[in-house]
């Protein structure tokens, strides 16, 4: 049996886990995904914002960003886009926020979450 020192309850890179990450990021998601939403809704996105999301996971937020933001732009981010689920108004980069530059702003909406503890 391995253990993890990391203090991490799921793997590193969610196409480690046998199920391509589906089993962490639908449970991270239906966790946090309620609270993300409604916050915003509360700070509002318009119909032409231009939306960033790091660390997008399966881009279940970078969806509902996408139809809000119906006649804007969203850019997704992060280190594994294999558990990402396709959007057609969701530009997919593979992007590690510590070495790589962020893409070319600006942005109206910057989303992120879990992330620092996962930063080195």
């Keep these: 049996m391995s253990t993890s020192t990391s203090g991490y309850l799921f793997q590193d890179s969610p196409a480690a886990d046998s199920s391509g990450g589906a089993v962490m990021l639908d449970a991270l998601a239906g966790t946090y995904d309620p609270i993300s939403r409604q916050r915003i809704r509360h700070v509002g996105v318009r119909a032409d914002a231009r939306c960033l999301v790091i ?66």
Excluded: N, Q
Excluded at 78 to 106: A, E, F, K, N
């Design 55 to 120: 660390a997008v996971g399966a881009s279940s937020i970078a969806a509902t960003l996408a139809e809000m933001a119906h006649k804007g732009e969203v850019t997704a981010t992060d280190l594994d886009l294999t558990p990402c689920r396709r959007h057609p108004r969701v530009t997919l980069l593979r992007h590690d926020i510590v070495t790589d530059p962020l893409p070319p702003g600006p942005f109206h909406i910057i989303h992120v979450r879990l992330l620092l503890g996962r930063v080195s």
